[in-house]
């Protein structure tokens, strides 16, 4: 979607033809007026291009019914239809939070939507691990998050396109908590309660992947992307998700290692400010305690974090491990440790 997220080689046939039969059947022209079909790269959840149609440039957007991992990892491709819903109702929420949807599809269960691009633009982790960023976005995230999550508490609000629990069990508590419990015996009991306890939440809308890598900067205001795991659930989870990367940056960056950890204090003073639905404490204590399961689900999971090397990798499993058996309750607990533990 970014022009960072480009690949120079066209769209393979069968991902070509897929875009140019959307475009068709949203409307928009024929096939044969569809100008280029540019694959985009850095998902491992979707196939994604940039369609070029009557001088306009969109992206467009199909659900993998398996992940690009390494683990056998499945999904329902239907999910595309709850991201579509949330892209549209967050951008109602908070104006350009996220890419306008210009149309789902459901015999191509696959969709259309503004193509997020330009040289005023960049993608949160890109620019993390370039040195480029310290994390001073977190506040600017965590703010129109908070802001979501209230509306999607709020009494009235429509959450019929949202009840997708089985989805987001498929795509996160099992590939990241369960998947994870297995590896570590002693921890099973801890993490599956994590699990069990994210499933049967119905809080508010989440977006399940607030992640860097899913995070645009469009002049110094975010955009958020990938909303495939939107469900009705906790609003702990997608703080957990979000704090969890700078955590995991902080371990891979030593030179940032301070600045990352106050980014993960600014998100939460940011986020907490925006909380109107339920005690901020208890919102806060299940953050802290979910985080560090994260953190070892990053590493143990279905989906590890590609760019710690073996060491690294191995002291982070300790670290995390250590906070499941002694959980923190607080934000600043939590951060005063891994301050204390990431340098080895």
């Known amino acids: 979607m970014a022009a960072s997220r480009s690949d120079p080689m066209n769209a393979e046939p069968d991902l070509d033809a897929r875009c140019r039969a959307l475009v068709a059947d949203l409307g928009l022209g024929t096939a044969a007026e569809v100008a280029s079909v540019t694959h985009l790269t850095g998902g491992v959840a979707s196939d994604i291009a940039r369609v070029v149609v009557h001088g306009t440039s969109y992206c467009a957007k199909f659900a993998l019914a398996r992940l690009r991992v390494a683990q056998d990892w499945r999904a329902p491709v239907h999910r595309s239809r709850a991201e579509c819903a949330w892209l549209s109702r967050a951008g109602e929420i908070v104006p350009g939070i996220a890419p306008k949807v210009v149309g789902y599809s459901d015999p191509l269960q696959g969709f259309l939507m503004e193509d997020v691009s330009g040289p005023d633009i960049y993608l949160w982790k890109t620019a993390m691990l370039s040195g480029a960023s310290r994390g001073e976005e977190a506040a600017l995230v965590a703010a129109p998050l908070a802001q979501i999550h209230a509306a999607g508490a709020a009494p009235g609000f429509d959450r019929h396109p949202f009840r997708n629990a089985a989805d ?65 659930g906790d609003p702990a989870f997608d703080v957990a998700f979000c704090i969890n990367h700078l955590a995991l940056k902080a371990a891979h960056l030593p030179a940032n290692r301070q600045p990352l950890l106050a980014a993960m204090h600014a998100f939460w003073a940011s986020y907490a400010s925006g909380i109107t639905w339920e005690d901020a404490g208890a919102l806060q204590a299940r953050v802290a305690t979910l985080q560090p399961a994260l953190m070892l689900a990053r590493i143990d999971g279905k989906s590890p974090v590609e760019y710690l090397d073996d060491a690294t990798r191995a002291h982070v499993r300790h670290i995390a491990r250590a906070l499941i058996l002694d959980a923190p309750d607080t934000i600043a607990t939590l951060t005063a440790r891994l301050e204390r533990t990431l340098t080895p």
Do not use: Q, W
């Open 168 to 232: 987001f069990r498929a795509i996160r508590t099992d590939p990241y908590l369960r998947a994870t419990a297995a590896h570590h015996p002693d921890l099973a009991p801890r993490l599956l309660d994590l699990a069990d306890a994210i499933d049967a939440a119905t809080t508010t809308l989440v977006h399940g992947d607030v992640s860097p890598k899913n995070i645009l900067v469009r002049t110094g205001a975010p955009v958020f992307l990938d909303a495939e795991c939107a469900t009705m």
